[in-house]
């Protein structure tokens, strides 16, 4: 299973919000380059990299952190937050994304999504499934919908999804472990290529999830707050 450092960005700072609710931001006086490096330092290959400003907008607003990111690490980071025109879609690529997710054009514009995935090839494209009390939410975890998350993930898997990135927002920020059950439900749906967000909080969460079958694991909050460090981290990357 991969072990995905999350770098979710306003302002030009690391940030963690609880629940997706952006009045509890907690600003961490951090350059999300030099996060980059210390976890590539640490022998972690991969970024989840989220433009939460970008996600309330509509629009990228600090894409070009992703440009400098890549410039100066070999991390493979997986981009999102805004994304809802093929312009702005080129341009996380051309920025140096490895992938790039996509949440709330797959909910607003499935015709457009499909197209993308398509033309980029369903190893570029990751689905955001982002979900309450099990319905999809979107625009920066701001909008629900009557979608429910499994049946959401197991229609775009259907057709031709290969991955998706699955948060549980009632868990995201809490620090008390992951929507194991959740994720074995998508799994017995689906094969496809899970990773978990939410929750993560100790090693033993990251085994349980190894366990269940998902392929990646993105861990934020535990990093910031000290719960687990990059040289644990590092012990079983």
């Known amino acids: 299973m991969r072990i995905i450092l999350a770098i979710d960005i306003i302002g030009g700072k690391c940030v963690r919000l609880t629940r997706g609710d952006y009045s509890t931001k907690k600003i961490y006086d951090m350059d999300p380059v030099e996060v980059g490096k210390q976890a590539e330092y640490h022998g972690i290959k991969y970024i989840h990299m989220?433009?939460?400003?970008?996600?309330?907008?509509?629009?990228?607003?600090?894409?070009?952190?992703?440009?400098?990111?890549?410039?100066?690490?070999?991390?493979?980071?997986?981009?999102?937050?805004?994304?809802?025109?093929?312009?702005?879609?080129?341009?996380?690529?051309?920025?140096?994304?490895?992938?790039?997710?996509?949440?709330?054009?797959?909910?607003?514009?499935?015709?457009?999504?499909?197209?993308w995935l398509t033309l980029f090839g369903a190893d570029k494209i990751i689905l955001g499934a982002?979900?309450?009390?099990?319905?999809?939410?979107?625009?920066?975890?701001?909008?629900?919908?009557?979608?429910?998350?499994?049946?959401?993930?197991?229609?775009?898997?259907?057709?031709?999804?290969?991955?998706?990135?699955?948060?549980?927002?009632?868990?995201?920020?809490?620090?008390?472990?992951?929507?194991?059950?959740?994720?074995?439900?998508?799994?017995?749906?689906?094969?496809?290529?899970?990773?978990?967000?939410?929750g993560i909080s100790s090693i033993n969460d990251l085994e349980e999830l190894d366990t269940a079958g998902c392929e990646g694991a993105i861990i934020g909050k535990a990093i910031y707050e000290g719960k687990l460090t990059l040289t644990e981290l590092s012990k079983i990357c």
């Open 50 to 115: 989220v433009d939460l400003e970008g996600a309330a907008t509509s629009k990228p607003v600090n894409h070009k952190l992703l440009k400098k990111i890549t410039a100066t690490t070999s991390l493979k980071i997986d981009f999102g937050g805004g994304i809802r025109t093929f312009e702005e879609l080129k341009m996380a690529f051309d920025y140096g994304a490895n992938q790039v997710t996509c949440g709330s054009i797959a909910v607003k514009n499935p015709d457009l999504f499909l197209e």
């Open 130 to 198: 982002d979900s309450f009390n099990r319905k999809i939410s979107t625009d920066g975890w701001m909008t629900g919908s009557d979608l429910d998350v499994v049946e959401f993930i197991k229609n775009y898997y259907d057709r031709g999804v290969k991955y998706t990135i699955c948060t549980d927002i009632e868990k995201d920020g809490m620090l008390t472990g992951p929507s194991i059950q959740l994720y074995k439900e998508i799994l017995e749906a689906t094969k496809i290529n899970l990773i978990a967000s939410g």
